[in-house]
């Protein structure tokens, strides 16, 4: 009589597949991660930028570059913000805006910066003509 039971090899079988199935969850457990990190920086940096835009624009005063970070609240998160005189010299019907529209480029960033979220405003800044 022949006894029961599995071979070295139907063992060895069943391991190897084990773990390419594990391996393959890992990894999509991984790059599930990978998303929600990313997630999570669009999430939070479109509400800072809007929040940071907010505050630029309520200061109303002569506007300039500067950068910063939104604190201990937000430590990952940096910031920096371009002015510039808005040019539509070449298109037609804003042609006549010349120095009444300033751009403002502010952008939401990692230390590294290998992430990160632009905001672009175009506000009037001069009197009436």
Known sequence: MRARGFTLLEVMIAIAILAIALTALLGSQSQSMVAA???NFAVN?????RKKMAELLAEGDEL???SGDFGENYPNYFWR?????ADFSEH???AGTGG?????DLVVHTEDETRSYPLTRFVLVGGEQ
């Open 81 to 85: 913000v371009e002015f510039e005189d």
């Open 100 to 104: 009444l529209l300033q751009r403002i």
């Open 64 to 66: 300039s570059g500067s």
């Open 37 to 39: 990190d990313r997630a």
């Open 45 to 49: 940096s479109s509400f800072l930028a």
């Open 92 to 94: 037609g019907l804003l």
